[in-house]
């Protein structure tokens, strides 16, 4: 029951989050403007469940006669916005907020937007009494011009209390000055994978040498961390021989807070204890470490290009935490992850709902949405590794990782990499199971 319940929460935020990607309905001549660069000076206020943030953000315009740039953020408050430092009004509406443009913007190809704003604890934004989170709803505390699978880069400034530490998208790059820490991320990654913590962490750090695992936690002292992340290093080397790519940042973290959160960011990951304390009990209780781990690689660096196509981060991932327990704990742990994918897809079918892989329709639970991407896409990864074999499926997984690193992708490009494996078409399969 615990492996289930689990999964079953992982996904209920994931649904969450791809069902608000539907509800921002975007004007007719709105212009098609998104964020290249995002720069955020962030101030988290632990008393009063605040961040305090201003941000710059580098936007490219696209072809297009729009009139108005929509911001995908309906969470926050923001009291101030200029593009090239000429001040503008500010229209909240469904969904976001809508910033009229000039007649010389319309035109330009390229504008630097300012906003001064706020954001409350709520989805998104989680504040304990010497903590701060984000997680799932990156629009709910940050200004986003684009939707959530637009990639850009972004620099991280938050101003904390002394003694406090921080992880935030890309690497560390000064403290600076006492209490101000500087993240940078300089490849362009999907917004929702966007993110950052801070509190009054416990740090222990496993290596020293590039990749560099990172552990922090609140109240965890240094024996509890490297107890519960014990097989950190052993899934890195796993994740790294069958991805045929070393890990993508130098420095991957892992943050341990209260509560039942299981969200992979770039280069970190935040687990809830909820999710991890098993493991004291069970070592074979490791899925958070491998899950969220997985995801650096699939679902972060490459990541699907539309939500039809969600299956290739979720399913590729569950599929993988599968054959991470295989090969630490053995055969039945594997076919233990198998079984129960097969039980949620049987569910489905039972409930007359039983959809191609990438379907792009409209879920009416996140039972069946999980059934799916997360089951179904796990079972077909586990078949293709059937058909093809295990040197010629492992082969084709590496082209695929390798082909597409820094891209978004679709299941055509899977497809592709793994008949040029397999040598030899795949059509049928992945039309029965995919299309």
Not at 160 to 180: I, N
Not at 313 to 329: C, D, I, P, S, Y
Not at 332 to 340: F, K, S, T
Not at 386 to 410: I, K, M
């Amino acid at each position: 029951m615990r492996h289930i319940s689990r999964i079953g929460l992982y996904a209920f935020r994931r649904f969450a989050q791809l069902t608000f990607c539907t509800l921002v309905v975007l004007s007719a001549n709105a212009q098609p403007l998104t964020g290249q660069h995002y720069e955020l000076e962030l101030r988290p206020d632990f008393k009063a469940g605040v961040l305090h943030g201003r941000a710059r953000i580098r936007l490219q315009a696209e072809p297009g006669s729009g009139d108005v740039l929509v911001l995908r953020s309906p969470k926050l408050h923001i009291h101030r916005a200029s593009l090239d430092g000429e001040p503008r009004p500010l229209e909240q509406a469904r969904g976001g907020w809508r910033i009229p443009l000039t007649n010389a913007q319309t035109k330009a190809s390229s504008l630097m937007l300012e906003l001064d704003y706020h954001a409350e604890a709520a989805a998104g934004l989680v504040f304990g009494e010497d903590y701060v989170y984000t997680a799932f709803f990156t629009c709910h505390w940050m200004p986003c011009a684009g939707p959530d699978l637009s990639r850009a880069t972004i620099a991280i400034r938050l101003e904390l209390p002394a003694g406090y530490r921080s992880v935030a998208s890309g690497q560390l790059a000064t403290e600076g000055t006492p209490g101000r820490h500087e993240w940078q991320q300089t490849q362009p990654y999907p917004l929702y994978t966007l993110g950052f913590t801070a509190g009054h962490f416990n740090e222990v750090v496993d290596s020293e040498k590039a990749p560099r695992l990172r552990f922090l936690g609140i109240d965890q002292a240094d024996t509890a961390l490297r107890a519960k992340f014990k097989e950190s290093a052993r899934v890195l080397s796993f994740f790294e021989d069958k991805a045929g790519l070393p890990l993508p940042h130098p420095t991957y973290t892992q943050v341990l807070v209260p509560g039942g959160v299981a969200q992979e960011a770039s280069s970190f990951s935040l687990i809830g204890t909820r999710m991890l304390d098993p493991i004291l009990d069970d070592p074979k209780e490791d899925w958070v470490i491998a899950h969220e781990m997985a995801h650096q690689w699939w679902g972060n660096l490459i990541t699907c290009a539309t939500w039809s196509d969600f299956w290739l981060n979720e399913g590729l991932t569950v599929f993988m935490t599968a054959a991470w327990k295989q090969h630490r704990w053995g055969e039945d742990a594997y076919q233990r992850e198998m079984v129960l994918a097969q039980q949620r897809w049987q569910s489905a079918k039972e409930a007359d709902f039983d959809k191609p892989l990438s379907w792009p329709g409209n879920y009416p639970s996140l039972k069946s949405k999980r059934a799916i991407h997360y089951s179904k896409g796990a079972l077909f990864f586990d078949t293709l590794r059937g058909e093809l074999g295990e040197q010629a499926f492992w082969d084709g997984l590496r082209r695929y990782t390798r082909n597409n690193a820094g891209r978004s992708v679709r299941a055509a490009d899977l497809q592709v990499a793994m008949e040029a494996s397999a040598g030899r078409s795949l059509q049928t399969l992945f039309d029965a199971w995919v299309y």
